[in-house]
């Protein structure tokens, strides 16, 4: 089977990578990048563990072909915060303990990022219909949602 | 057997002379059916074709007579757009319940349509506002009614070397309206036990003048039910008419049992949703 060579940006920066026709886009991250903070839960679009934004969206990367990357620009949980600076998302998930074993984190704070860039002030059922797509086995959900809701807080006020 | 080969075509030309060529090739718009079959075993296409990089796939063009939706557009893109929120609540209503925002992002009319899933949530939507599937092939182009696209669970009328590009929606004529809702166990992130589209066209005076009902997930494909739009159109749509309606889309309805809900289930439920929706579509027709 032969390679195909793909160009794309990855959380800002150019990157190449080759691939097989029939590999995921999680796959190339993880495994050609070296970039696993994606995680990979049940790899058929259901629990949003393998979560990116891709061109502005919000997409499963368990369901997203390599080689559609091409040209592409790809933001993934490593490309949230600012070098050592936390993104008010990440500081607002440790503060509330919105996690426990962590693996469905990384996709929990790339969802919720790509609310807040559309929706900088969502209500409470927005953001529980947005990350419908994410499951969490440990919280119980109420605070991610809660930290979620107090990160677009101290974003607005950091706007304003 | 792994997938081979991965193709990308720019125009509709170049992708049916390759599927032309390699009738084991799959289209691949959204993929949150197809990767999703590909990683269990049951697809094994010899070739991905990535449609999402033809332009006429991947616009919504307006004009005075209808809407123009391309076959790839995510359910996303639709739900935004101003033209599609005024004139089709009910499909819009349709593509905010498909899957996750996730799935949303990617998933697209087309997609939805060629899956053939019985209880897609488009397709009763499409069905009521009277859409048309524009298929492409080496002989030119054909039009086919939404209702006729499927055939059969996972089957359409699609023959090898056909493309499906777009859906075409004419403009609803005034005081117009659609509405959709399916049932499901939960709030979010389910496959509809039963569904329900309506689309009412009312006079001046409230009475209606035409309607169209769509059901799903009740039969083999997404089923029109004239009957239950004749019991509709002459009435105010009060508590009789919707009665009648109700009971003719439960009778034309020919569900099976299976893990989500028991036949009779179905067969009731897919009445009181047809009930609702066209009460629904009747108020906001009102207010067109």
């Not at chain 2, 030309?13 to 990683?39: H, S």
Request: proline letters at 5%.
């Amino acid at each position: 089977m032969s390679k195909l060579h793909i160009e794309t940006l990855v959380n800002g920066e150019p990157v190449e990578f080759l691939c097989a026709p029939d590999e995921t886009l999680l796959s190339a991250l993880r495994n050609g990048l070296g970039l696993t903070g994606t995680k990979e839960g049940c790899g058929t679009g259901d629990c949003g563990a393998c979560s990116v934004i891709m061109n502005d969206r919000l997409v499963a990367s368990c369901l997203v072909l390599a080689a559609e990357a091409q040209g592409a620009s790809v933001t993934t949980v490593e490309g949230i915060a600012q070098g050592e600076a936390l993104h008010p998302l990440q500081q607002a998930f440790l503060d509330e303990a919105a996690l426990q074993c962590g693996i469905c984190t990384p996709g929990f704070i790339v969802a919720s990022k790509a609310l807040l860039d559309m929706h900088p002030d969502p209500s409470e059922q927005q953001v529980r219909y947005w990350l419908a797509g994410n499951l969490c086995r440990c919280t119980g959900y109420d605070k991610i949602v809660r930290a979620v809701l107090g990160a677009a807080a101290k974003m607005r006020s950091a706007q304003a | 057997m792994h997938t081979q080969r991965f193709v990308a075509p720019l125009t509709v030309v170049e992708a049916l002379r390759f599927i032309e060529t390699e009738p084991g090739a799959a289209i691949l718009a959204g993929g949150t059916d197809l990767l999703v079959q590909y990683q269990g075993g049951i697809r094994r296409p010899t070739a991905f074709v990535d449609v999402k990089r033809i332009p006429e796939l991947m616009r919504i063009a307006a004009d005075a007579d209808g809407v123009t939706i391309g076959a790839g557009v995510p359910a996303a893109d639709i739900a935004a757009h101003p033209a599609v929120r005024t004139w089709w609540p009910g499909l819009v209503e349709a593509v905010c319940l498909i899957g996750s925002t996730q799935i949303q992002s990617r998933g697209s009319l087309g997609g939805n349509l060629c899956n053939a899933s019985p209880a897609a949530d488009s397709t009763c939507s499409l069905i009521v506002n009277k859409a048309v599937a524009i298929v492409a092939g080496s002989n030119g182009e054909r039009q086919v009614p939404v209702e006729h696209f499927a055939t059969a669970p996972g089957k359409t009328l699609l023959q090898p070397g056909e493309l499906l590009v777009a859906i075409r929606l004419p403009k609803p004529v005034a005081h117009t309206a659609d509405a959709y809702q399916r049932l499901i166990p939960r709030s979010e992130m389910d496959i509809a036990v039963a569904s329900a589209a309506v689309s009412v066209t009312l006079d001046a005076s409230g009475v209606c003048t035409s309607a169209r009902v769509a059901i799903g997930a009740v039969a083999p494909t997404a089923l029109l039910v004239p009957d239950a739009a004749d019991a509709l159109v002459g009435s105010v749509l009060g508590a009789a008419a919707l009665s009648t309606a109700a009971a003719a889309a439960s009778a034309a309805a020919r569900p099976i049992d299976d893990k989500r809900g028991p036949a009779a289930y179905r067969r009731t439920v897919v009445g009181v949703l047809t009930k609702r929706v066209a009460a629904i579509a009747a108020a906001r027709a009102k207010e067109q």
